[in-house]
């Protein structure tokens, strides 16, 4: 069964720390550009972090510096660690795979995983 699954997400102080996990079932991973992708309660889903084989990654600008994707090749997994958390981190995060071919265009959602940051 092809499939994205997160975890790791959680209730956490500000300030603290969280690392979310992206398993990929089904497909390599490390053949995509992998995002995390995180949408707050009445607003649009915005791209947090991207992963591409052969390229730096990229970071919106509210997380930089906090925040760090990376992939392991060999667990098929893509993680974002998540320090120094900020109430404003809150959100459902989802991890999103994409791979565009001449004549073909994958893409995978994962079902998403909560953060809450709070004290």
């Known amino acids: 069964q092809v499939q994205l699954v997160e975890s790791g997400g959680g209730l956490v102080q500000p300030g603290g720390s969280l690392r979310l996990s992206c398993k990929a079932s089904?497909?390599?991973?490390?053949?995509?550009?992998i995002g995390w992708f995180r949408q707050a309660p009445g607003k649009e889903r915005e791209l947090v972090a991207h992963?591409?084989?052969?390229?730096?990654?990229t970071y919106v600008d509210s997380v930089k510096g906090r925040f760090t994707i990376s992939r392991d090749i060999a667990k098929n997994t893509v993680d974002l660690q998540m320090n120094s958390l900020k109430p404003e981190d809150t959100a459902v995060y989802y991890c999103?795979?994409?791979?565009?071919?001449?004549?073909?265009?994958?893409?995978?959602w994962g079902q998403g995983t909560q953060v809450t940051v709070s004290s």
């Open positions: 992963i591409v084989s052969g390229a730096s990654a």
């Open positions: 999103h795979a994409l791979r565009i071919e001449l004549r073909s265009v994958s893409e995978y």
């Open positions: 089904g497909f390599i991973l490390d053949y995509y550009g």
